[in-house]
C-alpha cells in the first residue's frame, strides 16, 4: 500500500523525475530544482525525498551501464511510477482547487 500525502520536497522531486524521464539522476534533479525554483538543494536533501518516494511506490530506481566520463561509475536513475503518475494527477487537481478558492477570495477582498 502507497502512502498518499506527500511533504513539499517529495512533490517537487517527483515533478522533476518525471520531467527529466531518462536523464533522472542525482545531480540532474537537483540542477532541475535550482533552474525552477531558485533554491540550491544539497545532494542530500534530494536524495532523502527520492528515497522516500521509492518506498512509497512513487519511483523506481535502477543503475546505467558504467559510465567513462565517471571514471567507471554508474548512475542510479529514477522513473516515475504509475502511482507516481497518479500522484502528480491527484495533486495538480488538489492545488488547482485550492488556488481557484484563494483567486475568488481576493477577488472579493479587493471590491
Known amino acids: 500500500m502507497t502512502e498518499k500525502n506527500l511533504s ?9 523525475v518525471w520531467k527529466l524521464g531518462e536523464e533522472a539522476y542525482g545531480v540532474a534533479i537537483r540542477k ?4 525552477k525554483t531558485g533554491q540550491k538543494w544539497s545532494i542530500g536533501a534530494v ?5 522516500r518516494l521509492e518506498k512509497k511506490g512513487f ?6 551501464e558504467p559510465q567513462p566520463e565517471r571514471g567507471g561509475r554508474r548512475k542510479r536513475v529514477f522513473s516515475i511510477s504509475k ?7 491527484e495533486l495538480q487537481r488538489m492545488n488547482t482547487a485550492i488556488w481557484r478558492g484563494y483567486r475568488e477570495w481576493s ?3 479587493s471590491t
Open 59 to 64: 519511483l523506481h530506481s535502477g543503475e546505467t
Open 83 to 89: 502511482a507516481g503518475i497518479q500522484a502528480l494527477d
Open 8 to 16: 513539499r520536497p517529495e512533490e517537487i522531486v517527483l515533478m522533476a
Open 47 to 51: 536524495y532523502v525525498p527520492l528515497e
Open 32 to 35: 532541475w530544482i535550482l533552474e
Open 107 to 109: 477577488k472579493e477582498r
